[in-house]
């Protein structure tokens, strides 16, 4: 229990003195998350849409193959990405293993899957309220995946927050690929990790607090810039 | 626009999981006026207005008109019988078929003001189209069906469940668009309706057309016994 609220303490006078290091790596943790945010919804959005609106053989199949990527191990996307990365890999010439890139890479493999499915059911409902207007309106599938998307962005910035918290909470597979290299690579949860392995229980609660209150204040924020809860139900 | 008729339905029939909706349909509709479509409920009235305007495939048969048919769909707009509102403001759901078509955003919304304040929600426009009333919505659908200023408009049960002042506002809005050479083609139950808009009667029964006919005649001597039992108010299966 002592250990708890030294931790407190310690996340505390982190944040009032603005330690150095603290800010670095907060800074870089959202840096690679938000990116690798940005990479994977404009992916996984018009994935999304596209199986709601397209109906071909595979798609069933498509789903079901999505839904279980949801549980895709980080650990073992880390290792797939290590390998091709590595230098005696495939993309070993760019040079990117052991670069926030890479870590990056790893992060928009395995929040794909999770936000393409979770726009997928959005969108499914709503096109299924659309589906005849849209039909009867001589619409493209570009037109109407458009219409869906816009539409039903709301709804689909529940899909990007649970990419973003999964991504930014993260921890096996940017340790494999990314390296936890001090102020090259080391991100709020690889750091945890080290602490705690170093037995610095304390620092390492101090930055779980720290992960904890920015991801809160990243769902806050995007939840005000988006101004859900606010206006209509949609 | 007077190239789209005449609309020929050779034995056309939809069938789902081996029910027969509609059909076969054999009729042939020339481009003047309003045609309307009564009969008992599954008598398979929406769905033959889906198929004319070729949003329910076909089983069998064929469905031509007097010109090709990419042009056809191009000049025809359907209006539900329950409204399907896009998640936006009433300005931008009238808007959208302008939108669809290219036209710029300024330029279609300026349209979409003319034609929601022509059907009267002029004062609504800036407001989430899910905020209005059920006639408003029917309203709404109507506008945004007629901003392509289409040759045809099918319509399904556009009153329904509405009362009689939305009624009246609304057929008010359909006989201002025949007039302006709309060639109309509407489902509905409300009798009173029928005699007040037709211009001709296609009398449906266990998906057929039973009986088509020019509107005082239809209602004045009509000339199945079905028919004639229907126009009474009496229960026809």
């Known amino acids: 229990m002592s250990d708890l609220w030294e931790g407190i303490r310690q996340a505390l006078w982190l944040l009032v003195t603005l330690d150095a290091d603290l800010v670095e790596i907060t800074l870089r943790s959202l840096r690679v998350t938000l990116t690798a945010l940005v990479i994977a919804c404009a992916i996984a959005l018009p994935i999304g849409a596209y199986l709601a609106v397209r109906r071909f053989r595979a798609r069933r199949f498509t789903i079901a193959f999505l839904n279980a990527l949801m549980g895709l191990p980080p650990v073992v996307v880390g290792l797939i990405v290590y390998v091709l990365l590595s230098r005696s890999g495939p993309f070993g010439v760019f040079g990117l293993i052991f670069t926030p890139t890479a870590m990056i890479i790893a992060q928009v493999i395995i929040i794909v899957p999770l936000i393409a499915s979770i726009a997928h059911q959005a969108l499914r409902e709503l096109w299924s309220d659309y589906h005849d207007l849209l039909i009867s309106l001589n619409t493209t599938q570009r037109q109407r995946m458009a219409a869906l998307l816009w539409d039903g962005r709301r709804a689909l910035l529940t899909a990007a927050l649970a990419g973003f918290g999964r991504a930014i909470g993260e921890v096996g597979a940017i340790m494999i690929v990314g390296g936890n290299i001090d102020h090259h690579t080391r991100v709020l949860t690889t750091a945890i990790a080290l602490e705690t392995g170093k037995g610095d229980f304390a620092m390492a609660l101090g930055l779980g607090f720290v992960l904890i209150l920015m991801a809160i204040a990243v769902n806050l924020a995007i939840h005000i810039i988006g101004r859900t809860e606010q206006e209509g139900r949609w | ?237």
Not at chain 2, 187 to 204: I, K, N
């Open chain 2, 1 to 237: 626009m007077s190239t789209l008729f005449p609309l020929t339905l050779t034995r056309a029939t939809i069938r789902r999981k081996g029910k027969r909706l509609v059909g076969p349909i054999d009729l042939t509709l020339e481009g003047q006026g309003i045609t309307i479509v009564i009969g008992p409920n599954g008598a398979g009235k929406t769905s033959l207005l889906r198929m004319m305007h070729g949003i329910a495939r076909l089983s069998d048969g064929d469905i031509t008109w007097g010109c090709d048919l990419d042009t056809a769909r191009a000049a025809q707009s359907f209006v539900f019988q329950q409204p399907i509102l896009l998640r936006r403001s009433v300005r931008d759901n009238i808007a959208y078929p302008l939108r669809l078509r290219g036209i710029p955003k300024a330029d279609a919304r300026a349209q979409a003001d003319e034609a929601g304040t022509q059907v009267g929600l002029g004062a609504m426009l800036d407001r989430p189209a899910t905020f209005l009333s059920g006639g408003e919505r029917q309203k709404l659908a109507i506008a945004r069906a007629m901003i392509t200023q289409p040759a045809l408009l099918f319509l399904d049960e556009p009153c329904a469940s509405l009362d009689g002042r939305a009624t009246r506002e609304i057929e008010e809005i359909l006989q201002r668009a025949a007039a302006s050479g709309t060639r109309l083609i509407m489902s509905t139950h409300d009798m009173g309706q029928a005699r007040r808009l037709a211009d001709d009667v296609l009398f449906l029964l266990n998906g057929h057309i039973h009986e088509h006919a020019p509107n005082p005649h239809f209602f004045d001597q009509p000339q199945t016994a079905e028919a004639a039992a229907f126009l009474n108010g009496d229960i026809v299966e």
